[in-house]
């Protein structure tokens, strides 16, 4: 194999020709070596700034998961509020319902209690008076159902029965003792 041919010529003065590609090397090995210091200090620098980078990066990642941390807790928090405050308003508004719904019923007794004591004082009232007057005759139905279904509940009594015995009960003892009065007079004139 033949790798390659050179002529060679024959040079006056071979010790300069030497001196030249010794120099020649030399120079070419010095401008190597500054070439390679210069990337190494490059290397070094880019080195240097990619340790500083990688730490900024890792403080960012945990400041971010802190950050993140804190607004989770942060959130955790306006969110429990905002159920406690909406089970406040929805506790609110059932008891405003049932306050609403008791008011109602409250209105609804006193108007039957009203009714009943309107009754009642029609009751005592003479027949003669109940004929002449022609608006309980014209009482709506409806409220008249209401009313009976009322006198029928467990809870309202109706005072007809009891009245009559109070007034029986006061009739016979006002009768005795006049009677025991007369009595007692009446052998008193004899005599």
Same mark, same amino acid.
């Given at each position: 194999?033949?790798?390659?041919?050179? #002529?060679?010529q024959?040079?006056p003065? +071979? $010790?300069e /020709?030497?001196?030249?590609?010794?120099g020649y090397?030399?120079?070419?090995?010095?401008?190597?070596?500054?070439? !390679?210091?210069?990337?190494?200090?490059?290397?070094?620098?880019l080195?240097?700034?990619?340790?500083?980078?990688? #730490?900024r990066?890792?403080?960012?990642?945990?400041?971010?998961?802190?950050?993140?941390?804190?607004?989770y807790s942060r959130?955790?928090l306006?969110?429990?509020?905002? #159920?406690?405050?909406?089970?406040?308003?929805?506790k609110?508004?059932?008891?405003? #319902?049932?306050? $609403? /719904?008791? @008011?109602?019923?409250?209105?609804?007794?006193?108007?039957? !209690?009203?009714?009943?004591?309107?009754?009642e004082?029609?009751?005592?009232?003479s !027949?003669? &008076? %109940?004929? %002449?007057? +022609?608006?309980r005759?014209?009482l *709506?139905?409806?409220?008249?159902?209401?009313d009976?279904?009322?006198?029928?509940? *467990?809870?309202? /009594?109706?005072p @007809?029965?009891?009245?009559?015995?109070?007034?029986?009960t @006061?009739?016979?003892?006002?009768?005795g003792?006049? /009677?025991a009065?007369?009595?007692a &007079?009446? +052998?008193?004139?004899e005599?």
């Amino acid at each position: 194999f033949r790798l390659g041919s050179l #002529k060679l010529q024959e040079v006056p003065n +071979p $010790a300069e /020709v030497v001196k030249e590609l010794i120099g020649y090397c030399l120079d070419s090995l010095g401008k190597l070596q500054a070439k !390679t210091e210069h990337l190494q200090r490059e290397n070094e620098k880019l080195f240097s700034n990619w340790s500083d980078v990688e #730490k900024r990066l890792e403080k960012c990642v945990e400041a971010k998961e802190k950050l993140e941390a804190d607004l989770y807790s942060r959130f955790v928090l306006v969110l429990n509020e905002k #159920k406690a405050k909406i089970r406040n308003l929805q506790k609110l508004l059932s008891e405003a #319902k049932e306050s $609403a /719904v008791d @008011a109602k019923c409250a209105r609804d007794s006193i108007a039957t !209690t009203q009714m009943v004591i309107k009754r009642e004082n029609d009751y005592d009232a003479s !027949t003669d &008076e %109940e004929s %002449e007057n +022609p608006a309980r005759a014209s009482l *709506p139905s409806a409220l008249e159902r209401r009313d009976s279904s009322l006198l029928g509940s *467990p809870d309202i /009594v109706d005072p @007809a029965p009891r009245r009559k015995r109070r007034q029986r009960t @006061a009739n016979s003892a006002g009768t005795g003792a006049k /009677v025991a009065a007369y009595e007692a &007079e009446q +052998p008193a004139q004899e005599k």
